[in-house]
Every structure is written in C-alpha cells, then in structure tokens.
C-alpha cells in the first residue's frame, strides 16, 4: 500500500497523519476504508475521507477536529462524526459496526463490533477493504473479500447471497459503480440483483432513500448511461407505477447534456445548476400532472425542487409553441421567461430543436436579463409621482419599452415616464 499512500499529498495528507496521531494517543486503530480507499487505489480523485475507529468514532472525531480546528458534526445515534474544512475536503468518521437486518429493506439493528465486522456490513467487495492509517502499518491492504481482484478486474460483487434482500438501495448502487468505472456487474450478483427486482424489492424500500440513491446515479457524469442501464435491468415503475423511458427519453437526456455544458461555459458567472434536477424533471415530464405531483411528493423533494418540476410540466408545451415563431418581442421573451429558474429555462432550451426558440433564449440569457434601468425611484419621486403599487407598474412600462428598443438613454426613460404620468393622471 505504501505506493498509493505516496499519492496522497498536500492538505489530505496532513489530516491523515492527524489521524495517524489521534490513533496513536487515543489508543483507538483507525483505517482508511469505503470510497476513500477504493478511488486512492483506482487513481481517482477523492476528497471525502471514509474513517473507520476500533473504540469511539465520536471521540476519535472531536480529538481530531481539534487537532485540525474544523467544524465537528456529530450524529451520536450512529456513532458517526463529520469533520468540515474549508474547500472541498470533508472527513467522515464511523465507529466500527457490526449490522443485523430484521426484514428485507428494513434498518438495521447496529451494534459495536470489529473492523472484520464493519467490512462484512458493506455493499461490494470494492467497497469492503481497509488499511490502517498509523504509520508502519499501512503497507497491509486489509481485504478479507477480494475488492482488490475486483477493483483491477473491474467488477460489482455483493458479500453475501442475501445483501440485495438485506437493502435494495444497494440494487441501485450496483448500477451506479459498474456505470461510473465502466465495470461489471459480476454474473451472480446480477442473477441476484435481477432476482431482486423480479420479487419486487425496490418497491419495499422508503421513497426517501430511492430518492436519495436516484438523485446520487443522476449526478453523475453521464445520467444517461445510468438511467439507461436502471431502465434495463429494473424498469422505472418502482419510482412511479407508470414511468417509461425510451428513445425521446434518452433524446431529451443527450440534448440536456449539451445544453448544460453550453450554459456552464457561456454563464460561469451563474449559480450552479441543480443538473441532476433537469434530468429527473426530464424523466417524469412525460407522466400526467396528477401523477407527477404525487411522485414527487412521495419521494419527498424539497418544496424549490418540486416547484421547478412542476412549473415545467405545467409550461414547457404553451412556452415552446410560443417561443418557435419569428419576431417574438423581446419583451414577451422577458416576461415569459424571467419567472422561471435556469434548471427549467435549460430543460427548455434543450426539449426543442426549433432556430427561434434557441435564439430567444440565448438572447434572453445574454442579454435580456441582465438589462437594468437608469432611472431609480428617486427620479420618479423627483417627477412627483408618489411610492407605492404605481411605481412598479411605470418601471415595468419603461422596461419593456427598453427591451424593445424604444428607448435607450437616460433621457429616453425619463421622457417615457413623463407620458406615462400624463396618461394615468
Ligand atoms: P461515492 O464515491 O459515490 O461517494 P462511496 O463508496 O464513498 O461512494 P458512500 O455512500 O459515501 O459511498 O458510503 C461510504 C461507504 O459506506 C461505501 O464505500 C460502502 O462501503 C458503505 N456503504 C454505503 N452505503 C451502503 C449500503 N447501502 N450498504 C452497505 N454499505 C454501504
């Protein structure tokens, strides 16, 4: 192991010779595992650090978050602690736990064990190896399952026969590995994973952790290969009764595709966008409203997220008819458009093919909405109409003339108040 741990450098490495001093002191073993130790070994970036501590995970956390002088979130139910520092690191840190499912998809029943034991409590075999973090120690891989095999051979393999009956969530995560290494699923953990889903255990789990698992497989790098697989092996009734997805579908996915990379390179400015929204939108748009309502409910999607989804179902076919004819005004564009988030604005822009729509929208990104008056409510006061419900009407007047092109000075403005003033008097 000590190759890989050359890898690590900078900021991580500090930490983990924290760790390694917090381990020593408190007399606690402490490893590397999960996620963490995978990507170290695969070569890929990871800033989440997965900790596993033979003692107390709790006190493990604070002692190192001292050390390191970070934020501690701790969750005292599940012996777990979260360090927070600044950037993009982030420090998970569990006490090693042994796990008993009482029913199919039910939680488990935890309890203290071993590191041995918190291996055997994970998803895959990739996921299920450990190395000690104290110094000397580190050149043992503890791999009681063969994830390293699987990790150079490129396979998903579960521990254990019933691991998809135990939590099908991991029926999920399979999918989402084998489709973001370009692994395999090995033949029996499919044959039990297709099993899984022919005796319906998707539909046993909480809506709240599909959502989860579903919002993680579409914020990864390519949505449309993990959807297309998911489509595959489990359909998509377990999310709503009647979701399908096929080619549109998939047309829809590879056109948002590049409409988000168009909008990231032309607007860096922007807030972020929610991606992983514009897809889940894009999959349930074709269900009927009723149905659509009642899915996100269900899942539990934040209030701002439903209203985005919804907002576009309800839309998206009057918007694109308006928005595909020549000579739409600018101001028409403005109004239309300026309610709506850029998630759905984006989903827009990528559901239609037609030359006007693109342009409008491209003109009313670029353009349009960064348009500003130069007259203030000062000015109106100056001309001596009164604060109140009026001066918001008057402004939208002057706007809507200056995204026509009416007017395009300060004096133009004030002049078009001036009539407008007259008129309402
Ligand atoms: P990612 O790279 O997507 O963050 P990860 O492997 O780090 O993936 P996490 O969800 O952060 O995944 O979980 C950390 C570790 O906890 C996993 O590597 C795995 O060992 C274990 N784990 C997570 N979810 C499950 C599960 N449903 N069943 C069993 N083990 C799990």
Redesign the pocket.
């Known amino acids: 192991m000590k190759k890989y741990f050359k890898k690590i450098t900078g900021e991580l490495k500090e930490i983990i010779i924290l760790a390694a001093e917090v381990s020593r002191e408190a007399n606690m073993p402490a490893y590397l595992?999960?996620?963490?130790l995978?990507?170290l070994i695969l070569g890929v970036k990871?800033f989440?650090i997965?900790i596993a501590v033979e003692g107390s995970g709790i006190i493990f956390a604070q002692r190192l978050a001292k050390k390191l002088k970070s934020e501690l979130r701790v969750h005292e139910r599940f012996g777990t602690a979260t360090l927070i520092l600044d950037g993009l690191l982030k420090v998970d840190i569990a006490t090693t736990r042994k796990e008993k499912y009482p029913c199919c998809a039910c939680l488990p029943v935890v309890s203290c064990g071993l590191l041995e034991d918190d291996l055997m409590?994970?998803?895959f075999t990739i996921?299920?190896m450990a190395v000690s973090i104290v110094r000397g120690d580190e050149q043992k891989l503890i791999d009681p399952f063969g994830g390293r095999d699987d990790l150079s051979a490129g396979r998903i393999r579960i521990l254990h026969d019933l691991s998809f009956k135990d939590?099908p969530?991991?029926i999920l995560?399979a999918i989402r590995f084998e489709q973001r290494f370009n692994f395999k699923i090995e033949p029996k953990t499919l044959f039990l994973l297709e099993d899984a889903v022919k005796n319906g255990l998707l539909d046993k789990v909480s809506p709240h952790r599909i959502r989860d698992e579903l919002v993680?497989m579409l914020k990864e790098h390519d949505p449309l290969k993990q959807v297309k697989r998911l489509n595959n092996l489990c359909a998509l009734s377990f999310i709503s009764k009647k979701l399908k997805a096929g080619k549109s579908t998939y047309d829809l996915f590879k056109s948002i595709d590049k409409e988000i990379l168009w909008f990231t390179k032309n607007f860096p400015a922007h807030r972020q966008l929610d991606t992983w929204l514009i897809y889940f939108t894009a999959l349930l748009a074709p269900l009927a409203p009723g149905e659509i309502k009642k899915t996100t409910s269900r899942l539990g999607l934040r209030k701002g997220e439903e209203k985005r989804i919804i907002s576009y179902c309800q839309s998206s076919r009057r918007l694109i008819q308006f928005l595909s004819k020549k000579g739409v005004l600018p101001s028409r564009i403005f109004f239309m458009l300026e309610p709506l988030s850029y998630e759905t604005i984006i989903l827009l822009k990528s559901a239609s093919q037609n030359k006007y729509l693109k342009r409008y929208i491209t003109d009313f990104l670029e353009i349009y909405n960064g348009m500003r008056l130069y007259v203030s409510g000062n000015d109106l006061h100056g001309l001596g109409v009164l604060p109140g419900p009026r001066y918001q009407k008057i402004f939208a007047k002057v706007l809507e003339a200056k995204l026509n092109g009416k007017v395009r000075t300060l004096q133009g403005e004030l002049g078009l108040i001036r009539e407008l003033i007259k008129i309402t008097d």
Do not use: E, I, W
């Open positions: 595992v999960g996620g963490f995978r990507d990871n989440d997965d409590r994970r998803d996921n299920a939590d969530t991991r995560r993680l």
